[in-house]
């Protein structure tokens, strides 16, 4: 590969019709024409690029995509050689998302540009629920590979609020981070996606990132293009002797600025600019995330099961069958092993190919195939955590050996993200995963942009800070307008454990089985079977024995995926109002932030001229019970209304059936 000295910076837009004196543009509208992305040529600077509106109101200003590599200089004349235009009227059907059938409707304008001897592709789609663009790099005068950075100023005519979670120092990433409103011009750098920004009183957006599989992920700080400017950059350094492979080491001490290194030809991942009314039309409408995405490539999907998972912490065999009777009696479908099972996980001698107790977490005995035997005799998968220094030098090991324990799933601990290296090997990791026939939980900081579509063994993923950071209401409902826009969360719902007493209540933990989507939904994080051996340490904390109380019949009807889902009342840190259907059922969950408030609920989602049973749970200290969670049933249609006074940081949830 030849390593040129100096670097190559292209400044680009999208499209256009050059060689006049005239700036020129063309406008691309979505279906419902009220989202339009507008490329166009700026003569005075001698720059392309592209502006946004919203119902003819200008979103973005003209911003600016950059691109530099080393091998390929694009800083010549600019000419369009070809222009496609496409419509594309669409749904999909998928059995893991918030919606059964999810609609994949957009117009699309791929150009092709030649600048001097070089050679470029530019795709851009407007969809209703907001514009995607994506660049591609064919291949072109005898190069086979490249390497890229990449940079995107975004401008805007006001200093925005909006809501960030940035870097808490070198290296250390936020995916887990708490969130907090500021405005643009205090952004700090590594802010992740997706970033939510308040336009005005009716519309917000978030900058967000599509089909990212082998790339380095992008992260957001303030800008300099402009006063009210936000840079995405790409996380990792490339060098100057770059790696000789993609999963090598980085080779030499001085940074380029170059962050990918790809075989052409390539396409980039979708830069999304998610846009909506207000933060519950964003969340309602996330599914633009994977329609960015590939169709499924698991021919045959039946052996993916979402459901509910118990955390078995003893370690033991005698914990296990108690946590699997625990499961099969309360409509669960996992138990789950964490850390421990096999050694100190921590430790790269560990070897996740045994089942060689870590004696600071549990004596034993565990026998790992009484245990899949048992569980497979009463319709439970076991789950097993491994972290990311086993999976790395084991996974080929570890899959066919899984498989013949009979191991459903696999839940990856403290992986490495951001970076092209972390993220390529996440995702054949995933895939490989899939030929085993093993469901995949993904935790620590790693967050989707969409490829559980393509791969839906992927069920679930934390990049979220939930019930283990011991989070108020207040966060949770930040998240859930936020981080939630970009897929499932792994939250970890606790119950028992007294540290709900500092989150909010036993009502908003129910409810955050709603209100949090995960096709894998663990519960009782903190919590094990009365049946359960007591454990010899205090490695897991506040640990409790789940109870009998009436409340939890709740979370055994709860689903994990949904037909249909409507957000009937958001308000970020304020309050967040879910309704979710399943078959006939539906389920609605409420959070409430720190002021008390008065909720009037109205059922129009509703079928026409039906009567349904709906059961009301809330906080009521008068109860008598371990939770004081009150239950209430009565008979509504979709013209009721209910009226509830819910105190600060409690909850609601409702399960309503047809009668």
């Known amino acids: 590969m030849n390593n040129l000295s100096i670097k190559y910076v292209i400044v680009l837009i999208f499209l256009l019709l050059f060689n006049c004196n005239k700036p020129k543009f063309i406008e691309l509208r979505s279906p419902d024409e009220t989202k339009k992305i507008t490329f166009l040529e700026n003569k005075k600077n001698n720059e392309l690029s592209f502006s946004i509106k919203y119902e003819n109101k200008e979103v973005v200003l003209p911003s600016v995509l950059e691109l530099v590599s080393e091998e390929i200089d694009f800083s010549g004349e600019v000419s369009v050689l070809n222009i496609e235009e496409s419509t594309v009227e669409n749904e999909w059907n998928s059995n893991f998302s918030e919606l059964s059938i999810i609609p994949d409707n957009y117009n699309q304008v791929k150009i092709y540009l030649k600048l001097g001897d070089s050679y470029l592709n530019i795709i851009g789609r407007a969809y209703n629920e907001g514009i995607a663009f994506a660049y591609e790099i064919p291949n072109q005068q005898n190069i086979t590979e490249i390497s890229l950075g990449e940079k995107i100023h975004y401008n805007f005519n006001e200093n925005h609020q909006l809501w960030s979670t940035p870097k808490r120092g070198p290296g250390v990433l936020t995916a887990q ?143 296990a069958f108690a946590a699997i009777d625990f499961v099969a009696s309360h409509n669960m479908q996992y138990i789950m092993f964490d850390a421990g099972w096999y050694g100190d996980e921590m430790k790269n001698s560990s070897d996740a190919t045994t089942v060689t107790l870590d004696l600071k977490r549990s004596k034993g005995p565990l026998d790992m195939k009484a245990v899949t035997t048992y569980g497979k005799e009463n319709g439970i998968g076991l789950i097993l955590y491994v972290n990311r220094r086993s999976l790395e030098k084991q996974l080929d090991e570890l899959l066919p050996l899984f498989k013949e324990w009979g191991v459903a799933g696999i839940k990856f601990g403290f992986v490495r993200v951001g970076d092209q290296d972390a993220t390529t090997w996440m995702h054949e990791a995933i895939k490989k995963a899939a030929k085993y026939g093993l469901i995949v ?219």
């Open 177 to 319: 981070g708490e969130y907090k409103r500021i405005p643009l011009t205090e952004l700090e750098v590594g802010s992740e996606r997706p970033l939510v920004i308040e336009i005005n009183d009716s519309l917000m957006i978030a900058l967000a990132e599509a089909k990212l599989v082998d790339y380095a992920r992008l992260s957001f700080d303030k800008g300099t293009s402009s006063k009210y400017s936000i840079l995405s950059t790409l996380d990792g350094k490339m060098n100057d002797q770059k790696q000789d492979t993609i999963t090598g080491a980085i080779l030499a001490e001085r940074e380029t600025g170059l962050n990918i290194y790809k075989k052409l030809p390539f396409q980039s991942p979708w830069r999304v600019v998610m846009m909506g009314e207000n933060e519950g039309e964003l969340l309602e409408n996330n599914y633009i995330i994977q329609n960015l995405n590939d169709p499924s490539k698991i021919a045959d999907e039946s052996w993916i099961k979402p459901g509910k998972v118990l955390r078995e912490t003893t370690l033991t065999t005698q914990g």
């Open 441 to 659: 939980d993904v935790h620590d900081e790693y967050r989707p942009t969409g490829f559980s579509r393509t791969y839906p063994n992927l069920l679930t993923q934390e990049g979220i800070r939930g019930d283990e950071e011991t989070v108020p209401n207040e966060h949770t409902l930040i998240s859930m307008f936020t981080r939630n826009l970009a897929g499932a969360s792994d939250n970890t719902v606790c119950y028992y454990s007294s540290r709900v007493d500092k989150m909010g209540s036993r009502a908003s933990q129910l409810a955050k089985t709603v209100c949090i989507f995960s096709p894998l939904q663990f519960l009782y994080w903190y919590d094990k079977p009365a049946a359960s051996p007591e454990k010899l340490d205090g490695l897991w904390g506040d640990t409790r024995h789940i109870g009998n109380e009436p409340e939890l019949e709740f979370f055994n009807a709860v689903p994990t995926t949904w037909d249909q889902t409507k957000v009937l009342e958001a308000e970020i840190t304020k309050i967040g109002i879910i309704a979710r259907r399943k078959g006939n059922d539906w389920f609605v969950g409420g959070i409430n932030g720190n002021t008390e408030r008065k909720v009037s609920l109205d059922f129009s989602f509703l079928t026409d001229h039906q009567t349904y049973k709906a059961k009301v749970y809330t906080d009521d200290e008068t109860v008598k019970t371990r939770t004081h969670v009150k239950i209430e049933e009565i008979e509504i249609n979709n013209t009721s209304k209910l009226n509830l006074t819910i105190k600060k940081n409690n909850g609601f949830v409702i399960h309503i059936v047809k009668i």
